[in-house]
């Protein structure tokens, strides 16, 4: 099962060797300082944002004109001023009782190698990075075409391309052994490109709350499909924000709107070049993936789709792609129809161009099964689709923070996500859509900042994407999700997938391999979520023992109740990974599932 990262199946989603994804240019990590392209960006002028390093305002440009600088944040000189910078003193954090307060390990000492140099976050300490351990010889895990079954052994799937098999680098007969560093460099990198290590204990240093202890011991987060923890470099970017750029934005005629502006439209060429959108126009800021969706069953759809019009989903859907194209149909005579999947919980696809028809208006279907990780084959998805002469939608709330995404390889016509699913703040999300297709739709809300002029006889709306943010936005959240993209970058999609997809691999093979354990959901291409029930146990009972030993993980239906019944069940319990996990964390939730199925009731 899933022998090849979440998402490898398809080979353009991974950058070839010399493509621009895989080059520097195309790829925020490795190159500090990158230019943004000039003439893009809309009402914005992306000058630094810092107090110390604006010009003044006579001195700008017009408000509408873009510059090329290296990007919409806080520059170094800044940060190492900036007390929101400055390591807590004695280690506490602030406003926290000293014995429930964690150690905050300093920074700028720990991390070298991939934080943000362009100013958005952590200044660099330009240490030399750790170096992996000495070749290790590693058993194989299971390779293309073999999966997990119940109990966890390996069986065989008709099929499965993989372009790129994984070496593991870590096994799970290896560990205990093992030194305490979890290094991916030592694979061959899909594209064969230099990436930097990967650290995860650099990694967790970042996150604050993972030195939280939750019944007396640390926290282990395993629910990372219902949010994910913010970096140090958010938390302190949106606090900058606050402290030095809050103002409105786009409007006024004062230093700190242009502050304000520069910032939230340097996050959004941030969420431009991180699913490599064609233009930065074609990015909507939204609360998240619901209104997100929202936003497009009701503009597009309420314009596109009529009686005895048809919009396919598939059976893996969160309720968040199901219920506004229901409401959509049921307002407009339309009729809602559903993706079989397998009993992997793969899409089907057969059964799905039986589906297409030319009553087909849109297909909208989730990359990552948010209760099951399967990855379905979108691109697929999308050019059948399309063949049909239906749009298509990608909901990438549980993919962007696992895999990269390329929405121009994708080919959809929207793609959208939410940014606390990727380390950024809740309260923020993105619609992603082709500019034709945005610019035939109407406003979907009314109001402020999304008009060009109004009378009380008619209204001229902005150009996308203002015509789509109607009001204030999230202006200091959008930011936080600017630096997110900083941060991920900087640590490196690819390097993210690869050492989640070990964590994925080992953590299916553990749990499936205790007696009475079930796994829901065993595709051969998966990506973070475990999903389980257990023998004797309602999965409540198994998330207050998890919980009693300080490991949060979601139990019930996700909010995906048609997938959990499609395969018998109500709830599972559902540990969901993220890359600031580690191999100790699941084999400590192993240990607790493994003890609860050792004293199972009959
Ligand atoms: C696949 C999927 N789609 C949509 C959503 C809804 O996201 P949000 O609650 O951030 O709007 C979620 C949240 O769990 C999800 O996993």
């Not at 959809?412 to 297709?437: C, N």
């Not at 499609?566 to 599932?593: C, H, K, M, Q, W």
Request: aromatic content about 8%.
């Amino acid at each position: 099962m899933f022998s090849a990262p979440p998402g490898a199946q398809f080979p353009a989603n991974i950058a070839p060797p010399g493509s621009p994804l895989a080059s520097p240019a195309g790829f925020g990590p490795s190159v500090p300082g990158t230019l943004i392209p000039q003439g893009q960006i809309p009402g914005a002028n992306l000058l630094p944002a810092s107090p110390t390093q604006l010009p003044s305002l006579a001195n700008r440009a017009p408000a509408l004109a873009p510059h090329a600088v290296a990007g919409n944040g806080v520059p170094d000189s800044v940060l190492s001023v900036a007390p929101a910078f400055e390591p807590r003193s004695g280690g506490v954090v602030q406003g926290v009782p000293q014995q429930i307060g964690a150690p905050v390990a300093p920074q700028a000492a720990t991390s070298p190698f991939y934080f943000l140099s362009d100013g958005y976050g952590h200044p660099s300490a330009g240490t030399t990075p750790a170096i992996s351990p000495p070749g290790q010889v590693l058993p194989p895990l299971p390779l293309a075409g073999e999966g997990w079954g119940e109990g966890g052994s390996v069986q065989s799937y008709a099929g499965v391309p993989s372009p790129q098999p994984l070496t593991p680098t870590l096994s799970p007969e290896g560990r205990g052994s093992q030194p305490q560093f979890y290094f991916v460099d030592a694979v061959p990198l899909a594209g064969g490109g230099q990436h930097p290590p990967f650290d995860v204990h650099a990694v967790r240093r970042d996150f604050p709350i993972l030195q939280e202890r939750v019944n007396g011991r640390q926290l282990v987060w395993f629910d990372n499909a219902a949010t994910t923890h913010k970096p140090q470099s958010v938390i302190d970017r949106i606090a900058y924000f606050y402290e030095h750029e809050n103002s409105n934005i786009h409007r006024a005629a004062h230093e700190l709107a242009a502050r304000a502006t520069d910032a939230y439209e340097g996050a959004r060429e941030r969420v431009r070049k991180f699913i490599n959108a064609p233009e930065v126009e074609e990015v909507i800021f939204v609360r998240g993936t619901t209104e997100a969706i929202n936003l497009v069953a009701k503009s597009w759809g309420g314009q596109h789709v009529g009686e005895g019009d048809e919009i396919i989903v598939s059976n893996l859907e969160h309720h968040a792609n199901i219920v506004p194209w229901q409401q959509l149909a049921a307002a407009k005579g339309a009729k809602l129809r559903v993706i079989p999947v397998d009993d992997s919980g793969q899409v089907l696809l057969d059964e799905y161009r039986k589906l297409l028809n030319d009553r087909t208006k849109i297909v909208a279907v989730t990359q990552v099964s948010n209760a099951l990780g399967t990855v379905a084959p979108v691109k697929e998805i999308v050019e059948l689709a399309h063949r049909a002469g239906a749009k298509a939608l990608v909901d990438g709330a549980q993919s962007v923070s696992h895999m990269r995404v390329d929405v121009q390889d994708i080919g959809a016509d929207f793609f959208v996500f939410s940014g606390h699913k990727v380390f950024g703040p809740t309260g923020i999300g993105v619609v992603w859509g082709k500019r034709e297709v945005l610019e035939d739709m109407p406003p979907w809300q009314g109001g402020g900042n999304m008009i060009a002029d109004v009378t009380f006889e008619k209204t001229v709306f902005q150009p996308i994407p203002n015509k789509f943010e109607a009001g204030t936005g999230n202006i200091a959240d959008a930011v936080g999700l600017g630096a997110a993209i900083d941060y991920v970058n900087k640590v490196g999609i690819e390097n993210i997938a690869r050492y989640e997809h070990d964590l994925l691999v080992y953590g299916m093979a553990q749990l499936g391999a205790i007696p009475g354990v079930r796994l829901i959901g065993t595709a051969a291409d998966k990506a973070s979520v475990m999903s389980f029930v257990l023998d004797g146990y309602t999965t409540e009972e198994v998330g207050h023992a998890l919980n009693d030993e300080g490991i949060a993980v979601r139990t019930g239906h996700h909010c995906a109740q048609p997938i959990l019944r499609r395969f018998g069940v109500e709830t599972t319990v559902r540990p969901s990974l993220a890359f600031y996990n580690t191999f100790d964390e699941i084999d400590r939730l192993v240990s607790v599932v493994r003890r609860l199925a050792g004293r199972r009731r009959g």
